[in-house]
């Protein structure tokens, strides 16, 4: 059952019914009378804000929008602000909390399309934009290897955590279909109890299983140990993936500042479907799931990449979506020969899949993912300047594909998460975490 003061939050949140942009959520912190000192630049030259409350002895950072298309993390800030800091004045006097409301400024700003509709899950796959420039590209080592280009989105966030030398810090992060997913720092059993019994509370689903795995520590279900650059560089090593070009993650560069920083990533699910929880045998192979994915989806990734060809001779580099476009569709057609060879090698695909499994590959990985990539296309058909004819005649292929794609993904139960679910996950989140760090427990978590 909801208490008095949580049903306050998602009445209010009910009632705002959308994402605010960024410019909306700074402008509330400068009114509500934080101070808001800017830390550096984003490539489009919008300001990188930290805001600072209380005078406690421990620090506390908290980011939102590491990622562009994740802006969930954006509410919750304003709401523990607004509901908890602000109505448990003795938090301020144990912690010094930093917000860092977006730390992509310009990618979000880039999204700000869907943030007024975000149930609209058309509008989601045609507007959301996603390129990592904080995440991955901080500064760091691994034995001989140093990576030597941070972004200034990346050097903005060193200052910040050169400036607090955070206790505690917390990612607030979302995916789409996959349930609540957490990394930790260190597995601390207490905590792991409690953030279990939250996210029964709130009906949503741990998640279970990972494609990262070989990149990731696994405590149990839904709980990882949260990586460093040397974790990936390593597994690269063994023959996972590229060893060049990844920086340090915020955590790793922050351990070296304090190396008894506690650090955690909530991730919500944002798109999500109960078909992932359908433990039941699907009565197919999930070698033969993959190989129908990677069959289905080579003519449109070798399209893809063609188009992609023809855009990079007339769109200027400075082009946003042309940057995502590189990223996720340049090597498709390679990470699919790479999937086709390991899934014929591998006794792991040998099994009779579950059919959450079954939805997983043949929805998720088939046509989610490539409903994304042609989202990418479609972007930069319509936003980037290039010939007329060329744009109007790729758009109008690339319109058919999705459509065809899209009208299939409908026939699926999919469904969003409500809002103030995700913003009360990641809330109570950090609360329950500080709560059990530092040993002092916080009245607002019993109400």
């Not at 003061?5 to 909306?24: D, F, M, Q, W, Y």
């Not at 340090?248 to 919500?268: D, M, Q, W």
Request: hydrophobic share 40%; glycine share 6%; with cysteine.
């Amino acid at each position: 059952m909801l208490s008095r003061k949580t049903s306050r939050i998602v009445a209010a949140i009910r009632n705002l019914g959308v994402l605010p942009p960024v410019e909306k959520v700074i402008k509330f912190f400068s009114e509500y009378g934080l101070t808001l000192t800017p830390v550096g630049y984003g490539w489009c030259g919008e300001p990188i804000y930290v805001a600072r409350l209380g005078s406690g002895a421990r620090s506390v950072l908290l980011t939102a929008l590491v990622d562009p298309d994740e802006p969930v993390g954006l509410l919750t800030l304003q709401f523990l602000v607004t509901e908890v800091i602000d109505r448990q004045p003795e938090l301020l006097k144990r912690f010094t909390w930093y917000l860092v409301p977006a730390a992509d400024p310009c990618g979000a700003k880039l999204n700000e399309n869907w943030f007024s509709r975000p149930y609209d899950l058309r509008l989601y796959i045609l507007e959301r934009f996603k390129v990592k420039v904080v995440e991955w590209y901080m500064p760091g080592s691994c034995g001989d290897y140093i990576f030597k280009n941070p972004t200034p989105e990346a050097l903005a966030f060193k200052r910040v955590i050169d400036l607090v030398k955070p206790d505690f810090l917390a990612l607030l992060h979302s995916n789409d279909f996959k349930g609540v997913r957490f990394f930790l720092s260190k597995r601390i059993p207490q905590l792991m109890y409690k953030l279990k019994s939250l996210v029964k509370m709130l009906n949503l689903q741990l998640h279970r299983g990972d494609d990262e795995a070989h990149n990731l520590e696994v405590y149990e279900d839904g709980f990882y140990r949260m990586p460093t650059l040397c974790d990936v560089h390593l597994t690269c090593l063994e023959g996972y993936g590229l060893c060049k070009g990844v920086g340090e993650t915020i955590y790793g560069y922050s351990r070296h500042v304090n190396p008894k920083i506690f650090a955690l990533s909530c991730e919500t699910p944002f798109v999500y479907s109960r078909l992932l929880e359908d433990a039941a045998p699907s009565g197919e192979k999930l070698r033969g799931l993959y190989m129908k994915v990677v069959e289905d989806s080579y003519p449109i990734a070798c399209k893809a990449e063609q188009f992609l060809r023809l855009f990079a001779k007339e769109v200027k580099g400075s082009c946003p979506h042309l940057w995502e476009a590189i990223e996720y569709i340049e090597e498709w057609t390679a990470e699919l020969r790479r999937l086709k060879t390991l899934i014929a090698r591998s006794d792991d695909y040998s099994r009779e899949a579950t059919k959450a499994e079954e939805f997983s590959v043949l929805v998720v990985k088939g046509m989610w993912d490539t409903l994304l990539k042609l989202g990418i296309l479609m972007r930069i058909a319509r936003r980037c300047r290039f010939s007329t004819d060329l744009a109007r005649k790729i758009e109008e292929e690339l319109d058919a594909i999705f459509e065809e794609r899209y009208s299939e993904l409908t026939t699926y139960p999919i469904e969003y998460i409500p809002l103030e679910k995700q913003v009360l996950m990641q809330l109570r989140s950090i609360m329950l975490s500080v709560e059990t760090i530092f040993g002092k427990r916080i009245d607002w978590m019993r109400t």
